[in-house]
Each structure stands twice: as structure tokens, then as C-alpha cells.
């Protein structure tokens, strides 16, 4: 599976931005999916993450009520809605694949997921 983040750039506070992550390869469609973001100087966190069906959500509570992940097996895309979003959403974001065992609410290590893809990179100005 290699996967492919875009939709980064430049918007300011208070600002809606759609991400979308892009994968190849058949086995796409069977892997849960997470968001996860690294600010300069800090480590990569969890942001999102979504079961291989879409029926399951998670979501980290800096961002919960915010952020909102879904896809679209159809199209191998996975997709993170951000909404009001603040300087400290600054960062890197970058979608990973998880190609064994389940999604839940203790899947947000970035060592559980298998398939990584680069980043993309937006900005926050006040």
C-alpha cells in the first residue's frame, strides 16, 4: 500500500481545509487509516483514525468537535475535514495505513500502523 498526502498550504485562524491521504494497491480498502501530525520540535502525534469500513471513528481530544475523518473506499481515499482551526494546528500531517488487527481507541501509537505516506504541510497564521 503506499498512501499520499495533499490538500496542505496556508489559511488563517478560524479557517475550514479538507486533507485528503490517496492510496494504491488493493489491500487498501481492508486497513483502518489514521491521521497523525508532527510539529517542528515535537513528536509525530495522533490525530485521527478511521476502521477499514468507515463504520468506526477515533479522534485525539485536542482536536474532537473539529476534525472529522471519513472515506471512500471507491476512490482509495481517506479524508480529514478540519474546521476552526487555531495556530497549534500547525504541522506536518501525514495519513498511515494499518494492515493488521483491528481499529479502537488504543490504535493511536504510530508504531501500530504498517504503510506510511509523506506528509503535508500546513500553516496556521493568526
Known amino acids: 500500500v503506499q498512501l499520499q498526502a495533499f490538500g496542505g498550504g496556508l489559511v488563517q485562524a478560524g479557517d475550514s481545509l479538507r486533507l485528503s491521504c490517496a492510496a494504491s494497491?488493493?489491500?487498501?480498502?481492508?486497513?483502518?487509516v489514521g491521521w497523525f501530525r508532527q510539529a517542528p520540535g515535537k513528536e509525530r502525534e495522533f490525530v485521527a483514525g478511521?476502521?477499514?469500513?468507515?463504520?468506526?471513528?477515533y479522534y485525539a481530544d485536542s482536536i474532537k468537535g473539529r476534525f472529522t475523518i471519513s472515506r471512500d473506499n471507491a476512490k482509495n481515499t481517506v479524508y480529514l475535514q478540519m474546521d476552526s482551526l487555531a495556530p497549534g494546528d500547525t504541522a506536518v500531517y501525514l495519513c498511515?495505513?494499518?494492515?493488521?488487527?483491528?481499529?479502537?481507541?488504543?490504535?493511536?501509537?504510530?508504531?501500530?500502523?504498517?504503510?506510511w505516506g509523506q506528509g503535508t504541510e500546513f500553516t496556521v497564521s493568526s
Open positions: 498511515a495505513a494499518r494492515a493488521l488487527g483491528p481499529m479502537n481507541v488504543l490504535t493511536t501509537s504510530p508504531s501500530l500502523y504498517h504503510y
Open positions: 494497491g488493493r489491500t487498501f480498502s481492508t486497513c483502518g
Open positions: 478511521i476502521s477499514w469500513e468507515g463504520g468506526s471513528t
